[in-house]
């Protein structure tokens, strides 16, 4: 039996990462442009509403795949960026590559039946 | 910030019960996301009623999202008071109060000896006395605001005060003492002019310990106070910003 890189309980949580993670890659952006970064790429198939967000960014945040900064923008708007930490691209392979495995097996299983 | 959001940054205010400066740094966050879409909406012809609805509709954050936010951000103390109830956390507090007070009287009973203590006016006694209710108002402080974190506008301010009163009441009681010990001491010169020497000796002896004991209280009292002060403020301060978005 191959080694899981990831818990099938914790799909949910392992997709919302690895959307959050690969949004991330190239740049560094706020929880709304996020989200809407998400919804555009994935043509709204995926879409956080509700402030679903903000607890899993900020629990990503809490475990070193994401840095959070605040910057200046205009004159009196502050605003939280978030970037992808070197933990979080590591984290980001290991997660893709057991979606790829998980993905794999779901496919070969419904062949079969 | 957009006048038009102020209901909901006020509800998200109120929602999140969290510390200072964590709950600030939230509703900034989300605030900030809030008036992005709010900005997109208006700009793509929706009316500002309707951005507002929409916004909540579909951007204000949930109930079980917010507690998920706020569970993450609780302290350890918070969070393990959370298993308690409030009947149980109440003796829980109450519990580490009287061990620190246990802990304090024996260190200070250790420290002072006992036969200095009984040759210095009976004032000290009062003294010491006044002290219980100065270390229960500063461990109290101390433990809202430091430990257990309720930052609440309407509970910050209260028992600081009395932090002050107490370290004046304890310094003044000690200056009463040693005016009326100088009184006495000067009747009993009056009445055995040749012992005025022994008599003076007696007089410093009892009443060195209790200037210096109440100067120490109010060193200790007037620098706790200030700190504790100085931490409401910062807090109010923190609340002014969330609040009026400066």
């Given at each position: 039996?191959?080694?899981?890189?990831?818990?099938?309980?914790?799909?949910?949580?392992?997709?919302?990462?690895?959307?959050?993670?690969?949004?991330?890659?190239?740049?560094?952006?706020?929880?709304?442009?996020?989200?809407?970064?998400?919804?555009?790429?994935?043509?709204?198939?995926?879409?956080?509403?509700?402030?679903?967000?903000?607890?899993?960014?900020?629990?990503?945040?809490?475990?070193?795949?994401?840095?959070?900064?605040?910057?200046?923008?205009?004159?009196?708007?502050?605003?939280?960026?978030?970037?992808?930490?070197?933990?979080?691209?590591?984290?980001?392979?290991?997660?893709?590559?057991?979606?790829?495995?998980?993905?794999?097996?779901?496919?070969?299983?419904?062949?079969?039946? | 910030?957009?006048?038009?959001?102020?209901?909901?940054?006020?509800?998200?205010?109120?929602?999140?019960?969290?510390?200072?400066?964590?709950?600030?740094?939230?509703?900034?966050?989300?605030?900030?996301?809030?008036?992005?879409?709010?900005?997109?909406?208006?700009?793509?012809?929706?009316?500002?009623?309707?951005?507002?609805?929409?916004?909540?509709?579909?951007?204000?954050?949930?109930?079980?999202?917010?507690?998920?936010?706020?569970?993450?951000?609780?302290?350890?103390?918070?969070?393990?008071?959370?298993?308690?109830?409030?009947?149980?956390?109440?003796?829980?507090?109450?519990?580490?109060?009287?061990?620190?007070?246990?802990?304090?009287?024996?260190?200070?009973?250790?420290?002072?000896?006992?036969?200095?203590?009984?040759?210095?006016?009976?004032?000290?006694?009062?003294?010491?006395?006044?002290?219980?209710?100065?270390?229960?108002?500063?461990?109290?402080?101390?433990?809202?605001?430091?430990?257990?974190?309720?930052?609440?506008?309407?509970?910050?301010?209260?028992?600081?005060?009395?932090?002050?009163?107490?370290?004046?009441?304890?310094?003044?009681?000690?200056?009463s003492a040693y005016y009326?010990?100088?009184?006495?001491?000067?009747?009993?010169?009056?009445?055995?002019?040749?012992?005025?020497?022994?008599?003076?000796?007696?007089?410093?002896?009892k009443t060195t310990p209790?200037?210096?004991?109440?100067?120490?209280?109010?060193?200790?009292?007037?620098?706790?106070?200030?700190?504790?002060?100085?931490?409401?403020?910062?807090?109010?301060?923190?609340?002014?910003?969330?609040?009026?978005?400066?």
């Amino acid at each position: 039996m191959p080694d899981k890189i990831f818990e099938i309980q914790n799909l949910t949580k392992s997709c919302n990462e690895l959307l959050l993670l690969q949004t991330l890659l190239n740049e560094k952006m706020h929880g709304y442009q996020l989200a809407l970064e998400i919804e555009e790429k994935s043509k709204a198939y995926f879409h956080f509403n509700h402030g679903t967000l903000y607890p899993i960014l900020h629990k990503m945040e809490k475990e070193g795949l994401i840095k959070g900064t605040w910057q200046q923008e205009g004159p009196k708007r502050k605003r939280k960026y978030y970037a992808i930490t070197t933990k979080g691209k590591i984290h980001f392979e290991t997660q893709l590559k057991g979606w790829k495995e998980f993905i794999n097996s779901f496919q070969s299983f419904f062949k079969e039946v | 910030m957009i006048k038009a959001l102020s209901p909901l940054y006020l509800e998200l205010n109120d929602k999140i019960k969290l510390p200072q400066p964590e709950k600030f740094r939230i509703i900034l966050e989300i605030a900030s996301d809030m008036e992005a879409y709010y900005d997109q909406l208006i700009s793509s012809g929706v009316a500002q009623e309707n951005a507002i609805t929409t916004i909540r509709d579909e951007w204000f954050p949930s109930d079980q999202a917010l507690q998920e936010l706020i569970s993450l951000h609780q302290g350890f103390y918070s969070r393990l008071a959370q298993r308690f109830s409030k009947y149980k956390l109440s003796i829980f507090e109450k519990s580490i109060i009287s061990f620190l007070l246990c802990f304090i009287c024996f260190t200070v009973y250790k420290l002072f000896n006992m036969s200095t203590l009984f040759s210095t006016s009976p004032a000290i006694w009062l003294q010491f006395t006044l002290t219980i209710p100065l270390i229960v108002f500063i461990l109290f402080k101390g433990f809202q605001l430091y430990l257990k974190r309720d930052h609440q506008l309407k509970n910050l301010s209260q028992g600081l005060v009395s932090i002050l009163f107490f370290s004046i009441l304890i310094f003044l009681t000690g200056l009463s003492a040693y005016y009326l010990e100088w009184q006495y001491t000067l009747f009993k010169i009056a009445e055995h002019p040749n012992l005025w020497f022994e008599n003076l000796i007696l007089l410093f002896k009892k009443t060195t310990p209790l200037m210096i004991y109440g100067i120490t209280c109010i060193l200790i009292g007037g620098t706790a106070w200030f700190s504790l002060l100085q931490k409401t403020n910062k807090i109010r301060q923190y609340e002014f910003d969330v609040l009026f978005f400066q």
